[in-house]
């Protein structure tokens, strides 16, 4: 029923009994002649009746107008965003009703409420007994209320019931659940039951297990751990994510990740993000998910080609401008030596500050390249970044970030060094394809000054120790 509805329904009803009240009032006389066989129509007592049917509606209709204009209309004027909860407006209601309810039958009967109720304790005891259950979870929604013990929005726990609060009503509580089935709660079970809230926009923890092989060091995977949660988009950045070990199980190391979320009800959707960084993380660190020990049967995985192979490292390497003084046996053998790795979308890659020792190429995926959160470019497949670390140990300029999926081959000092080492005039050469580079992406640059050129090949001298 819209709110027109409710105001128009009692208010016609009222103008038809007023209208049947006067036509009576105005023929009394008229009752005289009616033939009935029986004790003669009381006028007075008749017009009593047809009042006290009258006050009702027009009592709803005054109710109505006051809900209105107390919670609507006011609360409009001063532009308040916080609406009134639906409980407190049904239970104002209520009480208005009934105060106004009693002054009618006071005033139309000439009878004291107080009088009335006396003579009416027993109907009063039989209806108590019969809305037993109906005023305790009324009850129970007012002290639910009064303590703010959550409101709309909130994630909250009582007994096998788990979901979102979207309302609190005076018999129950609607409660939206991770699976979208909408639940009406009693209110006196709320009360009863040990209640466990997870309050919107406040830091709540969640807490996650892995299981990570014997051989590899706590340290490192507490490290790898950490900072792959971290890193996960829903995970509050004000307060620290942890990694700790929670157990010593019998075929792996238990390890727990604690975090922090300011949405509860996101809660699935984030474990499965740290589910999925954590997997790429510790793929790039090498390090192996713990199994049963205990076996009937050996598992072989299906072979599934995540990586580039040796030639296509290759072909990437001879497309690579800064590279390409080097020769074909030169490529191949940093080929050999280089590494790929896999990151997931969102990830930071490399960040601006870190120390570093080698570059990257982008063998599929899109990366994006950021200065102070501002994106200045965007990375595809056969582009690279990183070269100055590689070459001179220089710190991180920007930030990387894996736009999607990214599979890159990282070519380290240790897969360069060797092939300088036995060729140190590549060092000018490489110097020269560097500053060529940095002369054609600056559109503000002058001529090569060979002094910049000098003092990049004296660092790759010094960096290699040619």
């Not at 793929?283 to 998910?289: L, Q, V």
């Not at 990214?406 to 060797?418: G, H, Y």
């Not at 080492?421 to 940095?438: G, T």
């Amino acid at each position: 029923m819209n709110k027109r509805s409710r105001l128009v329904v009692p208010l016609l009803a009222g103008i038809a009994l007023l209208m049947l009240y006067a036509f009576i009032d105005n023929n009394r006389t008229w009752l005289q002649h009616i033939p009935y066989y029986g004790p003669r129509l009381d006028a007075n007592r008749l017009l009593r009746m047809i009042a006290f049917v009258t006050a009702i509606p027009l009592i709803l209709l005054a109710v109505r107008v006051v809900d209105l204009l107390a919670f609507e209309f006011l609360a409009s004027r001063r532009n308040s965003r916080v609406q009134a909860p639906v409980l407190l407006r049904e239970i104002v209601s209520i009480v208005l009703f009934a105060m106004l309810m009693a002054s009618a039958i006071s005033t139309i009967f000439n009878k004291s409420v107080t009088a009335f109720l006396t003579t009416g304790t027993i109907l009063a005891a039989i209806l108590g007994l019969a809305l037993q259950e109906t005023l305790g979870n009324l009850f129970a929604g007012i002290a639910l209320h009064l303590e703010d013990s959550f409101e709309p929005g909130d994630v909250i726990r009582a007994g096998e019931v788990f979901g979102i609060v979207e309302a609190v009503r005076w018999r129950g509580t609607r409660v939206r659940t991770f699976n979208n089935n909408l639940l009406i709660v009693p209110n006196s079970m709320l009360a009863r039951e040990h209640l466990e809230i997870f309050p919107r926009n406040n830091f709540n923890a969640r807490i996650l297990q892995v299981n990570i092989d014997y051989n590899v060091p706590p340290a490192t995977v507490i490290s790898v751990l950490s900072q792959a949660a971290s890193h996960v988009d829903g995970v509050v950045q004000e307060m620290p994510c942890l990694a700790r070990v929670a157990n010593l199980g019998e075929s792996s190391v238990v390890y727990e990740i604690k975090y922090f979320m300011s949405d509860y009800s996101m809660r699935d959707r984030i474990d499965a993000d740290i589910r999925r960084a954590v997997w790429y993380a510790l793929k790039r660190n090498n390090i192996t998910i713990g199994f049963p020990i205990r076996s009937f049967q050996k598992h072989e995985t299906p072979a599934q080609r995540q990586h580039p192979d040796r030639l296509e490292i290759i072909d990437r390497l001879s497309r690579i401008d800064i590279l390409s003084p080097l020769t074909a046996k030169a490529q191949e053998a940093i080929a050999d030596a280089s590494r790929v790795r896999v990151y997931a979308r969102g990830e930071t890659i490399l960040r601006h500050g870190d120390e570093g020792s080698s570059m990257f190429i982008v063998h599929e995926g899109s990366i994006s390249i950021r200065v102070d959160e501002n994106e200045v470019a965007r990375l595809e497949p056969g582009d690279f970044f990183g070269e100055m670390a590689l070459l001179t140990g220089e710190r991180r300029t920007a930030d990387v970030v894996a736009l999607t999926d990214v599979t890159a081959v990282e070519i380290t000092k240790d897969a360069l060094q060797p092939v300088l080492q036995d060729h140190p005039d590549l060092a000018a050469s490489i110097s020269a394809k560097v500053m060529e580079r940095r002369s054609s992406l600056d559109s503000f640059r002058a001529d090569e000054d060979p002094e910049e050129h000098a003092s990049v090949l004296s660092r790759i001298r010094a960096y290699f120790g040619l």
